[in-house]
């Protein structure tokens, strides 16, 4: 995988060096280099700390800005070279990256904040162990109680543990009784997440259990038959179970032949220990072969 997104990285320095306004088509990207579009951008986003798309907009940019002090052309000419179709436009996008003005900049030459071009690497660590395990299972339900919430990287969910709250220890005994299959345990899912995985951006929380029967009255995510890697976690919780979804992207998927699929992205609490704060968990991730 590191080498797709290196070889992703020098397709996208070519287009902006032949055309600073062409469109970037992440499809057709994941397409040429063999992997998909779900799995290029959660991996990019992963191991860049970026969205694939806001790369580009600061890469983009970073070449507006050397044209901006090294051409005399005005800031029309230079906003459509770049893709905009005002000097309106282009000022706001160049002030979001470089925080100045296109006239300021071209005036003082800076300040800039250039993006360099990212270059992947793997680093090697041999202390660092995952328990995983890749299961196979037929379609199943997801039931529950579900809300649409913030994407949130680090720490509590502040919407998710009110939405938790909110069910009550009754309904959640309820639902324990019903669950028949894997995933075992009452279980936080994540659907219709952002393929990029932004910080803030909304996705489909679900607080409930897997059935092979989805009953009436209850909130339902249908899960087609397919191959999962679950991760075994053990430690202070949210922090280990975080920094393993983490470590996923940076450690497990570089090395193995598989890539992620579009789906649920689960978390089966097996123990929690609320006064010492930790929890032993398995996040199970859907994949399938490169």
Same mark, same amino acid.
């Given at each position: 995988?590191?080498?797709?997104?290196?070889?992703?990285?020098?397709?996208?320095?070519?287009?902006?060096?032949?055309? $600073?306004?062409?469109?970037?088509?992440?499809?057709?990207?994941?397409?040429?280099?063999?992997?998909?579009?779900?799995?290029? !951008?959660?991996?990019?986003?992963?191991?860049?700390?970026? %969205?694939?798309?806001?790369?580009? !907009?600061?890469?983009?940019?970073?070449?507006?800005?050397?044209?901006?002090?090294?051409?005399? =052309? #005005?800031?029309?000419?230079?906003?459509?070279?770049?893709?905009?179709?005002?000097?309106?436009?282009?000022?706001?996008?160049?002030?979001?990256?470089?925080?100045?003005?296109?006239?300021?900049?071209?005036?003082?030459?800076? %300040?800039?904040?250039?993006?360099?071009?990212?270059?992947?690497?793997?680093?090697?660590?041999? @202390?660092?162990?995952?328990?995983?395990?890749?299961?196979?299972?037929? =379609?199943?339900?997801?039931?529950?109680?579900?809300? !649409?919430?913030?994407?949130?990287?680090?720490?509590? @969910?502040?919407?998710?543990?009110?939405?938790? =709250?909110?069910?009550?220890?009754?309904?959640?005994? !309820?639902?324990?009784?019903?669950?028949?299959?894997?995933?075992?345990?009452?279980?936080?899912?994540?659907?219709?997440?952002?393929?990029?995985?932004?910080?803030?951006?909304?996705?489909?929380?679900?607080?409930?259990?897997?059935?092979?029967?989805?009953?009436?009255?209850?909130?339902?995510? #249908?899960? $087609?038959?397919?191959?999962?890697?679950?991760?075994?976690?053990?430690? $202070?919780?949210?922090?280990?179970?975080?920094?393993?979804?983490?470590?996923?992207?940076?450690?497990?998927?570089?090395?193995?032949?598989?890539?992620?699929? $579009?789906?649920?992205?689960?978390?089966?609490?097996?123990?929690?220990?609320?006064?010492?704060?930790?929890?032993?968990?398995?996040?199970?991730?859907?994949?399938?072969?490169?």
């Amino acid at each position: 995988m590191i080498a797709v997104l290196n070889l992703v990285v020098d397709e996208i320095e070519a287009l902006l060096a032949d055309d $600073p306004a062409a469109d970037v088509d992440a499809v057709g990207l994941a397409a040429r280099s063999g992997t998909t579009e779900h799995h290029l !951008r959660r991996m990019f986003s992963s191991l860049a700390g970026m %969205p694939l798309s806001e790369y580009v !907009r600061r890469r983009r940019m970073s070449l507006a800005a050397a044209d901006l002090i090294g051409s005399t =052309a #005005d800031l029309l000419t230079i906003a459509v070279r770049h893709g905009y179709g005002s000097a309106e436009a282009f000022g706001r996008a160049f002030r979001a990256v470089h925080g100045a003005a296109p006239s300021d900049v071209r005036r003082d030459g800076g %300040p800039l904040r250039t993006q360099q071009r990212i270059r992947f690497h793997l680093t090697v660590e041999g @202390n660092v162990s995952m328990d995983t395990r890749i299961v196979t299972l037929p =379609a199943f339900h997801l039931v529950g109680y579900a809300a !649409r919430v913030p994407l949130v990287h680090s720490g509590v @969910n502040p919407h998710i543990a009110e939405h938790v =709250a909110s069910i009550g220890a009754e309904a959640i005994g !309820r639902l324990k009784e019903l669950n028949d299959t894997e995933p075992t345990g009452v279980l936080s899912v994540s659907d219709d997440l952002d393929p990029d995985r932004t910080e803030g951006s909304e996705l489909t929380y679900l607080q409930g259990v897997a059935v092979t029967a989805a009953p009436a009255g209850l909130d339902v995510i #249908d899960v $087609p038959a397919g191959t999962w890697a679950v991760f075994r976690t053990e430690g $202070p919780h949210p922090a280990t179970l975080q920094e393993t979804w983490a470590a996923t992207a940076t450690t497990w998927f570089p090395s193995q032949p598989w890539r992620l699929r $579009p789906g649920p992205e689960i978390v089966a609490m097996q123990a929690y220990d609320a006064e010492a704060g930790t929890a032993t968990c398995e996040l199970w991730l859907p994949v399938e072969n490169d």
